[in-house]
């Protein structure tokens, strides 16, 4: 019975947080001048990292990999409500993919204590952050320069994602202070563990 209400609370968070991506991608879809490079401001990376933080490396992967399959699927719940497989051919390709082993890394290194620390929090998001944006920035420079012929360095690549990449490092930090706390509001009141799985 405890097993089957775990696998039934799993689920339930996993898809809550697949549903959390898709609004995370779609905060400025009434104001679309909110977009470098024609990739829109969003919270994604908040989100990604908040699963990875509150319910561990594989329930957060597992989390933003249905994410990723449900947008293929056909829901509208990518950037700009797009959906299918051209959003992974575009310039924001690479951050959808790149979600999936942030999740996992951030989540990973939290569960090598069964108590981390401040330290080991922020260390976690800058991981999780910096994973995103190595992955999907590299991405939208291979489909600006091979598939959509722009003429374009990857330095310049970078240069693009400069602003949004500060914005995810301050969130992330933010969130590396507020994270503990809501991990065991919800542990004290449900007694979820995030690392019940971490013997990898």
Not at 55 to 76: D, H, K, Q, W
Not at 141 to 148: M, Q, S
Not at 162 to 178: E, R, S
Request: hydrophobic share 60%; with cysteine; aromatic share 14%.
């Amino acid at each position: 019975m405890n097993q089957r209400k775990l696998r039934a609370g799993d689920m339930a968070l996993i898809g809550m947080f697949a549903a959390l991506m898709g609004v995370g991608a779609n905060i400025t879809s009434m104001a679309p001048f909110l977009q470098v490079a024609g990739i829109p401001l969003s919270l994604q990376p908040f989100f990604c990292l908040l699963a990875a933080m509150l319910l561990g490396s594989r329930r957060a992967a597992i989390a933003m990999t249905v994410y990723a399959l449900a947008g293929l699927a056909g829901a509208p719940i990518f950037a700009q409500f797009s959906a299918g497989f051209a959003p992974f051919l575009g310039k924001s390709g690479g951050f959808i993919l790149a979600y999936i082993p942030a999740a996992f890394a951030a989540g990973w290194l939290l569960e090598r204590k069964a108590e981390p620390g401040r330290f080991l929090y922020i260390a976690a998001s800058l991981i999780g952050t910096g994973v995103i944006y190595v992955i999907g920035t590299t991405y939208m420079y291979i489909a600006l320069k091979l598939w959509l012929h722009a003429p374009i360095s990857y330095g310049t690549a970078w240069f693009y994602m400069v602003w949004f990449f500060i914005k995810d490092i301050i969130l992330a930090i933010l969130l590396a202070f507020i994270a503990p706390a809501i991990y065991r509001s919800i542990h004290k009141a449900t007694g979820f563990k995030r690392n019940h799985t971490s013997s990898i």
